[in-house]
């Protein structure tokens, strides 16, 4: 059975960072893209940041690029997302997926077969 949990979500001025992480079981990680996504009250779950199987493929919304990092250990099995210069706009619940198989990152939700119960960020202005 596929966990996915995250952690590392909490509140944090304009400007700040946050590091979120993602710990995977239950599947073959290294053989898995996983990605990152974001929903905030009144709106439709988003795509944030994504990572391919092996690491060197990556894919960010236009939103946060320049800003969040997506990288993976696969000693670890944990998939982490460093948020700089965070806007009160980031705020959302935050939740780590997995396209289980998949080579290459996604930005569309179809492509992800499992998630995470998602870890809130705040971000005060």
């Known amino acids: 059975q596929v966990q996915l949990v995250e952690s590392g979500g909490g509140l944090v001025q304009a400007g700040g960072s946050l590091r979120l992480s993602c710990a995977a079981s239950g599947l073959t990680f290294r053989t898995s893209a996983m990605g990152w996504f974001r929903q905030a009250p009144g709106k439709e779950r988003e795509f944030v940041a994504g990572?391919?199987?092996?690491?060197?493929?990556?894919l960010y919304a236009d939103t946060v690029k320049g800003r969040f990092t997506i990288s993976r250990d696969h000693a670890e099995n944990t998939v982490n997302l460093q948020m700089n210069s965070l806007k009160p706009e980031d705020t959302a619940v935050y939740y780590c997926?997995?396209?289980?198989?998949?080579?290459?990152?996604?930005?569309?939700?179809?492509?992800?077969?499992?998630w995470g119960q998602g870890t809130q960020v705040t971000v005060s202005s």
């Open positions: 997926a997995v396209a289980n198989g998949g080579l290459f990152p996604s930005r569309w939700d179809s492509a992800y077969t499992d």
């Open positions: 990572i391919g199987r092996i690491g060197g493929s990556t």
